[in-house]
């Protein structure tokens, strides 16, 4: 009922289609983002009994971050002692 209605809508009006392409995509964009946070994130902790601080776990050369800007991770060295 809901995907007829918008077809009919989106007949009437065409010049929503671009709307809805870019409201959709800003929405998928978001929730994969959002995603990737909750799964990757190194401050995250899903399961608290095995692994209760899994930010330990992350080697000096690891990259964590979606984005960095001018940093190698690869020629970083160890500069912190082990717990």
Request: zero cysteines; charged letters at 20%.
């Amino acid at each position: 009922m809901v995907v007829a209605f918008m077809t009919k809508t989106l007949k009437n009006h065409p010049a929503l289609i671009p709307l809805l392409v870019f409201i959709s995509g800003g929405t998928l964009m978001s929730g994969t983002y959002l995603a990737r946070l909750a799964l990757r994130n190194p401050d995250v902790s899903w399961d608290r009994k095995n692994n209760p601080e899994p930010w330990n776990n992350i080697a000096p050369n690891q990259q964590y971050k979606l984005f960095a800007v001018n940093m190698d991770y690869s020629k970083l060295k160890k500069d912190r002692p082990d717990f």
